[in-house]
């Protein structure tokens, strides 16, 4: 069974107001993408683009296991990516 990589490479972009990292299982090489307001659950409020960056790494485990589940259930964006919500925590 193959396993899950993701890089330690978590940045924001500003084009998608979101925090991005990569994620790889087998051929599959895709990126994760986590919105601002995803955020807020931590804070209760706005967050900036630093702060959201702080919060993934804080709580990268689980920004990763909610990936792991969503590609394992096939939910892909339609460009072929992951996109995460609050729900998904």
Known sequence: MPFFSFPDDARWNDDTDSVEFSVSIGEYVGTARVARPVFRRFGGRTVS????????????????????????????????NVDIVGRDL
Not at 52 to 77: G, N
């Open 49 to 80: 683009a630093e702060e959201c960056l702080a919060s993934y790494h804080l709580y990268r485990t689980e920004f990763e296991r909610a990936v792991e589940a969503k590609i394992r259930r096939r939910e892909l964006a339609e460009d072929g």
